[in-house]
């Protein structure tokens, strides 16, 4: 069985047991969440399709930790006028294991 679930402005094809890295949710390791935005449930060549959502449809984790994502570098530079600014930037992460769907 699998899912397609919505988190942090973005869609993510789940299963039981995938770990995912996901944007920054509220909670400490080892706490459980609850997806309810599921667009898509799928088992086989059964397809549930949400008109946005599947009604009655969760998906529950487990937030395993959370990290931070690779050191980006915004560098900007205009030629001939000795301007440049260089920006970092480190996105905060959670990773989550996927315990169950229901819908």
């Given at each position: 069985?699998?899912?397609?679930?919505?988190?942090?402005?973005?869609?993510?094809?789940?299963?039981?047991?995938?770990?995912?890295?996901?944007?920054?949710?509220a909670g400490d390791a080892g706490s459980n969440i609850e997806f309810t935005e599921v667009l898509m449930v799928g088992e086989g060549a059964s397809v549930k399709v949400g008109t946005p959502v599947v009604a009655?449809?969760?998906?529950?984790?487990?937030?395993?930790?959370?990290?931070?994502?690779?050191?980006?570098?915004?560098?900007?530079?205009?030629?001939?006028?000795?301007?440049?600014?260089?920006?970092?930037?480190?996105?905060?992460?959670?990773?989550?294991?996927?315990?169950?769907?229901?819908?």
């Amino acid at each position: 069985m699998y899912a397609v679930i919505k988190t942090g402005g973005k869609q993510y094809r789940v299963a039981k047991d995938d770990v995912l890295e996901i944007e920054r949710l509220a909670g400490d390791a080892g706490s459980n969440i609850e997806f309810t935005e599921v667009l898509m449930v799928g088992e086989g060549a059964s397809v549930k399709v949400g008109t946005p959502v599947v009604a009655g449809a969760k998906v529950t984790a487990e937030l395993v930790e959370q990290t931070r994502g690779p050191k980006l570098i915004a560098f900007k530079k205009r030629r001939r006028k000795n301007s440049r600014r260089k920006r970092g930037h480190r996105q905060d992460l959670s990773m989550v294991r996927i315990t169950g769907i229901s819908g």
